[in-house]
């Protein structure tokens, strides 16, 4: 569905005062709440000592980016989105009443919710600003028909970004509507999110509560997120798996569909199965790999009783390993990063490989350190912000 409006901006509406808070200056005039830590500095923000707002000198300066029409009426969710800068003419302002003119076509309760879209190495999601309450703006059920690919926005989870004191927080439901504890391409894109909000290119550090706990998210000079995944959880009944009832699960033996594969289990905060092929095997390619099919029965196999994500990995040297992923609650995603985490634990630990490795996955490479000084995993790599819009939701 698509549709044209024509509106004259002579003066600045009372609607883009509440939801941009300035005259779109600044990109992340969208996001950002009426707090003193994340206010906008544009002089024209209500936030900001100026009253005056310059939506008309910003509407000659900016060029309007094409929008994007993801709205599916059968569904309840309809978006207007628009590429990585600030829609800047008439049209493209008057997203909320687009918004309003499709809840009164449609004849039913509706209400809206702003996002963003960021991705880490084609791991994509919607993200939240959630900082205003601690209560989460979505369900579940919003979230999966948000992440649907044909019907929705598309992800492959939806993660809010809430306050914990001084510091932030991050929840996620991924595509099935369940809530994972933690998720190493999320945070990353957490960290640019929170470092758009801030309006800020500078390296910084974050402070983030997750399920698995507080983890540091270091924004870099190159512009590449460096995350303190924390030390690696190997005992078994904390991973948690039945394939021994104490200690580590190292290269044992697991029956799935008739064939007997050797796994390494490993928690970063969140379950991991990681195996390298089937038990006597000399590895094999990832590439060709029935993924689809052998995926849900690793994630959904008994020993695993919250379930798995689990990581078929190649060795191309020790330094350099290859691997896909079926994740718990989303399938075959391009990247997951506590994945790769917990992959060159594994490797480690079956003496495959070096603790310092590039692990390649099917959206690009993660650097991935296991230090011996604090035992902690370090896992840096990219995330990206890819449009922004807003959604309107049925009930």
């Known amino acids: ?14 609607f883009l005062q509440r ?8 990109t992340r005039s969208t996001l950002a709440p009426p707090s003193p830590s994340l206010a906008c500095s544009s002089p024209s923000s209500p936030w900001s000592s100026s009253s005056q707002c310059g939506l008309s000198m ?21 978006v207007r989105a628009s590429g990585s800068t600030a829609v800047a003419d008439p049209e493209g302002l008057q997203q909320e009443q687009v918004s309003r003119t499709l809840a009164g076509m449609s004849g039913t309760s509706q209400r809206t919710v702003d996002f963003v879209k960021y ?14 309450s601690l209560d989460l703006k979505l369900s579940a059920t919003d979230a999966v028909h948000l992440c649907d690919r044909h019907l929705g926005v ?10 914990d004191e001084e510091d932030f927080q991050m929840r996620i439901y991924n595509s099935d509507g369940s809530e994972p504890e933690m998720c190493g391409n999320g945070i990353r894109c957490v960290a640019k999110y929170l470092a758009e909000l801030e309006n800020t290119r500078e390296p910084k550090s974050y402070k983030v509560l997750t399920g ?13 997120v460096c995350v303190d995944m924390g030390a690696p959880i ?18 044992a033996p697991l029956e799935v569909d008739g064939k007997t594969y050797t796994v390494t289990c490993v928690s970063m905060g969140n379950p991991h199965c990681v195996t390298f092929g089937e038990q006597g095997s000399q590895g094999w390619d990832v590439d060709v790999l029935p993924l689809e099919k052998i995926g849900p029965l690793f994630e959904h196999h008994s020993v695993f009783p919250a379930r798995i994500n689990t990581e078929f990995v190649q060795v191309l040297t020790p330094s350099h ?45 993660l650097e991935i350190e296991w230090s011996e000084n604090d035992n902690h995993i370090y896992m840096t790599g990219p995330a990206r912000r890819v449009f922004h819009g807003i959604a309107t939701l049925e009930g």
């Open 321 to 365: 390993l290859k691997m896909r992923v079926w994740e718990r609650g989303a399938g075959a995603t391009q990247a997951c990063g506590t994945g790769a985490c917990a992959v060159v634990v594994a490797a480690v630990k079956e003496g495959r490989s070096e603790r310092n490795c590039v692990v390649e996955l099917p959206g690009g490479p």
């Open 58 to 78: 910003s509407m000659k300066k900016q060029t309007r980016m094409p929008e994007k029409d993801v709205s599916n009426p059968a569904r309840g969710v309809f």
């Open 154 to 163: 598309g992800a492959d989870g939806v993660i809010f970004v809430l306050r």
């Open 1 to 14: 569905m698509s549709m044209s409006m024509t509106a004259a901006a002579t003066a600045t509406p009372v």
């Open 119 to 132: 991705e880490g190495l084609g791991n994509d999601f919607i993200m939240i600003n959630n900082l205003d």
């Open 212 to 224: 698995a706990g507080y983890m540091t998210v270091e924004l870099r000079k190159d512009g590449q």
């Open 19 to 26: 939801r941009f808070g300035c005259c779109l200056e600044c």
């Open 234 to 251: 190997l005992n078994a009944p904390d991973v948690p798996t039945t394939l021994a009832t104490t200690g580590e699960v190292v290269q």
